[in-house]
């Protein structure tokens, strides 16, 4: 496992690139791939509903 600053401290390229890069990595890709999951299993797989995250009051 590598964390943000060491992927941008050895990221070949330009520094724009090596950002563009571990933003990619980190943020991006892992907040898209977790919508589609939930999604999936929302709504195709039926696994659960939206009623789990609604709190006890």
Do not use: W
């Not at 990619?24 to 299993?41: E, K, R, S, Y």
């Amino acid at each position: 496992m590598v964390g943000p600053i060491s992927a941008f401290n050895n990221a070949t390229g330009g520094t724009g690139l090596a950002i563009v890069g571990v933003l990619m990595a980190f943020f991006v890709i892992p907040f898209v791939a977790g919508f589609f999951i939930d999604l999936l299993c929302r709504k195709v797989l039926h696994l659960y509903d939206n009623e789990i995250f609604k709190f006890i009051q």
